[in-house]
């Protein structure tokens, strides 16, 4: 069944991204939004829109008796969740199945296999993927815990079972730590996720984060290659790649090979991720875990590929095969996506919220910027700190990089700090010119780069427009 | 003894309690030292914490616990 109405139920870039891919399909668009977001760009541009309630996400974004009532109310036939808010819960994946709409991602199924990290890891086991050395299973006592590592070796990372995305890590470097640091975790755990299970990776220092994007129908999955990002701060994705600089053609395949037989094994329907850490002194790669929604930087995947994953995901939840083959997907130049945050990054990445005086956007060929920013809007306090993200594509690496600092240098965001000094500074470094990072690379720059990090023109200097 | 307003410094959704499942942090009627933490402030999804900043016995909290906030609004009112 084709999509006629598309409901989108998120906010920001994203929910602006979504609404122009249904554009596109012919597919008219409900934007919800909280009361704090009356007047954003995605409302502006979106068909229709309805109010499910006041600023605060849980009472918004993750209501989701309001969203499945907009939905009916407006005669959606389909829900996109975008990424964060409902993306990953597989309740909601299953409500709007019984509500007899379709949700624009996997099934509930695959949503709550691969969001319990531990049953995750069991089935890339099974794949043949490659994972982390470390328990097979959750740990659900110290003792076990510790006969374990005492075989893998310090250090060792303690990790949530049902975390993600870098929540509820812990190192512990010695068997003392350990010890101390075990009953914390479980406790945190529970607290946090209500599930104290943990599990135990072994940490592999200067790693790589690499990752493979997937598309799959529910019967065949293609791989679109992989996006480097391993510049992070606090474990936030700042600046992503693709391809990735340090990948060999031999590896890069049997990456990707991996990536698709995981995917198949679990009939993944939709777009997908599957995280790896590479370590390129031994060439080894090892399965993280695997996001089953949309990713902030999926725009680097369609620069280098030219397929439009959003466009295809709504494609494939309506019902369609997939429509492109393996041997079509090609990666032709390099792409960088740089995530401009509402955050100062001359004050320790002080949040920053507040009005945009005046907007320039870059233009020119192989640039693009997603974002939900118009000149006079007014960026609210409650969400994340995400504003857009630029992206550049050109013949390759250096050339990519080179037209990154052009078009950061005519992006002109007024009235609030973001983090394109950030960018500026990263684009001119050697080491980042010459791709040697790794996920524990830029905190340690940053502390000694922080003076160098100032706005150039800071919110109180900016001119007033006449 | 004055009224006092503890005002907070940022806009955002103000928190009485430093988690979920713990208590607030104080009570109508509670006395407080300048630097006492009153609650906390999210802003895009940073916390913040909001001091007394004087000393004194907090008359009434104005603001609910998850309230959205802006900056410079009265959150609570302090004897001093």
Same mark, same amino acid.
């Given at each position: 069944m084709a999509i006629k109405k598309l409901l989108i139920a998120n906010r920001g870039e994203i929910a602006v991204r979504i609404i122009r891919a249904a554009r596109d399909l012919g597919i008219a668009t409900v934007q919800v939004y909280s009361k704090a977001d009356k007047d954003s760009l995605a409302v502006r541009l979106a068909d229709e829109s309805v109010d499910i309630g006041p600023p605060q996400a849980s009472k918004s974004y993750l209501n989701q008796a309001a969203i499945l009532a907009a939905a009916q109310g407006s005669g959606a036939d389909a829900i996109h969740p975008g990424y964060?808010? #409902?993306?990953?819960?597989a309740e909601f994946a299953a409500a709007v199945e019984a509500a007899g709409l379709i949700f624009v991602g996997p099934t509930a199924q695959s949503i709550r296999l691969m969001g319990d990290k531990v049953a995750a890891r069991e089935a890339a086991a099974s794949a043949g993927v490659p994972t982390v050395s470390g328990s097979q299973g959750r740990l659900e006592s110290v003792e076990a815990a510790f006969a374990l590592v005492e075989k893998t070796g310090f250090p060792v990372m303690i990790k949530a079972a049902a975390g993600g995305g870098g929540r509820g890590i812990r190192i512990a470097r010695s068997a003392e730590e350990f010890h101390h640091l075990m009953p914390q975790a479980q406790a945190e755990a529970l607290a946090a996720f209500g599930d104290g299970g943990l599990y135990v990776e072994k940490l592999i220092e200067g790693a790589r984060h690499i990752e493979v994007q997937v598309l799959g129908d529910g019967r065949d999955v293609i791989h679109c290659f992989e996006r480097e990002c391993s510049l992070q701060r606090r474990r936030q994705k700042v600046w992503e790649e693709a391809p990735s600089p340090s990948l060999t053609q031999a590896v890069r395949e049997k990456l990707c090979t991996s990536a698709v037989a995981l995917a198949k094994a679990v009939n993944y329907r939709g777009a997908g991720t599957l995280e790896y850490l590479y370590d390129d002194r031994t060439g080894e790669f090892y399965f993280l875990e695997m996001n089953t929604r949309i990713q902030v930087e999926h725009p680097v995947t369609e620069m280098v590929t030219g397929i439009d994953l959003v466009r295809e995901m709504i494609r494939i939840a309506g019902?369609?095969?997939?429509?492109?083959?393996?041997?079509e997907v090609r990666v032709s130049g390099h792409s960088v996506e740089v995530r401009i945050n509402a955050e100062d990054p001359a004050r320790n990445f002080l949040p920053n919220p507040g009005t945009v005086s005046a907007l320039s956007v870059p233009g020119g060929d192989g640039v693009r910027f997603d974002s939900m920013l118009y000149a006079g809007y007014t960026v609210p306090p409650f969400y994340d700190s995400l504003l857009g993200k630029l992206i550049v594509h050109d013949k390759d690496r250096p050339s990519a990089i080179r037209r990154l600092e052009s078009a950061l240098a005519e992006l002109s965001v007024e009235g609030i700090s973001t983090t394109k000094p950030l960018y500026q500074a990263l684009a001119r470094d050697a080491d980042v010119k010459a791709g040697r990072f790794h996920t524990a690379w830029l905190e340690p720059w940053l502390e000694s780069h922080a003076a160098g #990090?100032?706005?150039?023109?800071p919110p109180s200097a900016a001119k007033v427009a006449p | 003894m004055a009224t006092q307003q503890i005002f907070s410094p940022l806009p955002g959704i103000f928190y009485r309690k430093p988690a979920p499942d713990k208590p607030v942090y104080k009570n109508d009627g509670d006395v407080v030292a300048e630097s006492d933490t009153i609650g906390l402030i999210e802003v895009m999804k940073s916390f913040n914490e909001v001091k007394a900043g004087a000393a004194g016995k907090i008359v009434r909290f104005l603001a609910e616990n998850e309230d959205a906030v802006m900056a410079g609004q009265p959150i609570a009112e302090i004897d001093v």
């Open positions: 964060g808010f #409902l993306a990953e819960n019902g369609e095969p997939l429509r492109i083959r393996q041997n #990090l100032a706005t150039a023109q | -």
